[in-house]
């Protein structure tokens, strides 16, 4: 129809008109232009496809450029050929619809038109969101650009779950998407798995576009993750579209975060947290009155403590519940706080909210970075209540996380240790690859390094799968090492903190880092009794996750030494402490080296404290290697790794 090519030029003109306005080329681009050299790519036939319009992105060559608007809006005039064309082909659209498939090269997941541009142009005009392509995809060079890494990620997913619109802006997030969905990207998807993930992602793409979503600079698909990692992928299809459209309201300010580059505010001084009048942590019950006195002993501030554990069985467990105790205390009942134990499912930590929100609780506390997914969706239930989780460098709106600068008590322990380690030969026991993990293992070895040039620092993991570390310590000569923080209370041995082993096989406990959880606590929930809980929100932005980040300097880490150490050692470690209150010494001040190189110059700026966090490589004088999610044995810690890890497999 004539009149429907008329409108259709007229919103090419004003598409044109904008991106002229704007400095862009206003026709199409062309995928030869685009690609420099794309003859010589290999090209491979993927066949019929269901193409999404709004990914196809140009034309293949100059043919048709000067015929469309950037947005596949018809240009030419009324009286032309091609508008007769276009017309003819809107009249067969709305008669029978289109059925000839077009001939289009896809290009790092966008497509480029050679045959069936006016085609495009008609179902853009309608709005028919998919049109079918034959498609042949041109494999990009190899790169080390974060585009091609998605890319070849994207492949490995269209080989099991052939689905084009998926389309992420970062790493891991197609493997983040099959865990969603209860998949992998090794074994072919069922179709009615791939039916729901297309249904789902349509559903949630319509209601998030129409609240404003287009609005934001994340793809669609970023946010759809954003969905599930609150809700299933099953809601989608089975509750109204009225309770899904509220479900995405009380969401949004998770999209804010997600589209905010640097989306995590660390909260490093616990000064910073206060108003600037204060003069610390309340000192007495009359302060608190003073500035809160909606909290009394007849009305305290009630804080819950959820746990995956019982402090009986778990060394974690046990230092915080070591935490709540102290804040009990030190509030002299202002605070109450109540604990739940054995809540390592989601079904338990949803039990022990509910549980908490009947005992109006205003404050939640989990402990584990595993426990972050359930306690996100559970915070976004009860908007009501503040929860906190005992993570790092995780960026949810809803959520804060607590956790500690252990790489600079490490770093003491690293110096000590090689000032005892006369065969330079120290051994270090980690846990768990996780965030801030990685920097505890080098900051020990640039400290051993700092007094023993020769030091060198053998490296096991407790979570590896059949790692014998016991029997290859002792092989290799390694008397001097460090293990767990923390004592195990129903295991009581002395194999913790920094050790040696004498000659007899007997231990000697050198020293020992310190959690002060009851310390942290304390100043966490000082926030709430001096006002200025609301006020880090407002100072990291709404668009921030608010991750409290204490160290030496705030008393909430902490080394503990034997009296029995020499004089000299205890002065080294002395010395060394109060620099890094101070903030005049770093461990990764001045040259870093990992195993495959130089990391930082001596001349360059201090690490960041995101590079701190998510390091995932080992100082040049660590024997060992970071184990990937597949060698992780045990389900708690692999699942604790996929939500807050720095391998391949993991999330971050």
Request: charged content about 25%; glycine content about 8%.
């Amino acid at each position: 129809m004539q009149d429907d090519y008329t409108r259709a030029k007229r919103l090419g003109e004003k598409q044109w008109s904008r991106a002229a306005a704007a400095g862009k080329d206003p026709t199409l681009p062309a995928l030869d232009d685009l690609v420099p050299g794309i003859a010589s790519l290999n090209e491979v036939p993927i066949g019929l496809v269901e193409i999404p319009i709004d990914m196809i992105a140009g034309t293949r060559t100059h043919g048709r450029q000067s015929a469309f608007s950037s947005g596949f809006m018809p240009i030419l005039s009324e009286k032309s050929e091609f508008a007769a064309k276009w017309a003819h082909l809107y009249d067969a659209q709305l008669e029978e619809g289109i059925r000839d498939a077009i001939k289009v090269y896809e290009y790092m997941q966008r497509f480029y038109v050679e045959e069936g541009n006016k085609r495009v142009s008609v179902l853009k005009y309608l709005g028919v969101p998919l049109i079918l392509g034959a498609v042949i995809r041109i494999e990009p060079a190899p790169s080390d650009d974060k585009a091609y890494r998605i890319y070849k990620e994207f492949e490995r997913f269209y080989q099991v779950a052939p689905i084009y619109e998926i389309s992420f802006s970062e790493e891991g997030r197609f493997e983040e998407l099959a865990s969603y969905m209860g998949r992998d990207l090794e074994t072919k998807w069922p179709d009615e798995a791939m039916e729901t993930l297309r249904s789902a992602y349509q559903y949630f793409k319509g209601i998030y576009l129409e609240k404003g979503g287009d609005r934001l600079s994340i793809t669609v698909s970023d946010a759809f993750l954003v969905y599930l990692s609150v809700y299933s992928a099953d809601s989608l299809l089975s509750e109204s579209r009225q309770v899904l459209k509220a479900r995405v309201g009380r969401i949004w300010n998770e999209f804010l975060v997600e589209e905010t580059e640097d989306n995590i505010a660390l909260v490093e001084d616990p000064e910073t947290a206060e108003k600037p009048k204060s003069a610390g942590i309340l000192s007495s019950i009359g302060d608190i009155l003073k500035k809160s006195p909606q909290y009394t002993m007849e009305h305290p501030l009630k804080a819950a403590f959820i746990y995956e554990k019982t402090p009986e069985n778990s060394r974690w467990t046990y230092g915080h519940e070591l935490g709540r105790n102290f804040l009990d205390e030190v509030y002299g009942g202002i605070v109450e706080t109540v604990c739940y134990h054995n809540c390592g499912t989601e079904e338990a930590l949803h039990e022990a909210v509910e549980a908490a929100a009947a005992e109006d609780c205003e404050m939640v506390f989990t402990i584990s970075p595993s426990q972050m997914p359930q306690t996100l969706r559970e915070a976004i239930a009860h908007p009501e209540m503040k929860f906190l989780n005992c993570s790092i460098n995780l960026s949810h709106n809803a959520v804060r996380t607590y956790y500690g600068r252990m790489y600079e008590a490490k770093f003491l322990m690293g110096a000590l240790a090689a000032s005892v380690a006369e065969n330079h030969k120290i051994g270090y026991r980690a846990d768990s690859p996780i965030y801030g993990s990685i920097a505890n293992i080098n900051a020990f070895a640039i400290g051993a390094a700092v007094v023993d040039p020769r030091a060198q620092i053998y490296l096991t993991w407790t979570s590896r799968r059949d790692e014998d570390w016991r029997k290859w310590m002792w092989e290799e000569g390694v008397r001097v090492q460090s293990g767990p923080d923390l004592i195990k209370p129903e295991e009581p041995g002395r194999e913790y903190g920094l050790y040696r082993i004498e000659e007899d096989g007997s231990l000697f406990n050198l020293a020992m880092p310190v959690w002060n959880w009851g310390r942290y606590y304390e100043l966490i929930v000082g926030t709430i009794l001096n006002g200025s809980w609301d006020e880090q929100r407002l100072q990291a932005g709404k668009n921030q996750a608010v991750n409290y980040w204490y160290g030496m300097s705030s008393g909430v880490i902490d080394v503990i030494l034997s009296e029995k150490i020499s004089y000299y050692s205890k002065k080294l470690v002395s010395i060394l402490k109060n620099a890094v209150i101070a903030d005049t010494l770093s461990p990764f001040d001045g040259e870093v080296r990992s195993k495959d190189g130089i990391v930082k110059n001596a001349d360059e700026p201090r690490l960041s404290n995101h590079h701190i966090i998510t390091m995932d490589y080992l100082n040049d004088n660590v024997i060992g290697s970071i184990p990937v999610i597949e060698e992780i044995a045990d389900e708690k810690r692999k699942k604790t790794v996929e939500v807050s890890g720095v391998v391949e497999g993991a999330k971050g």
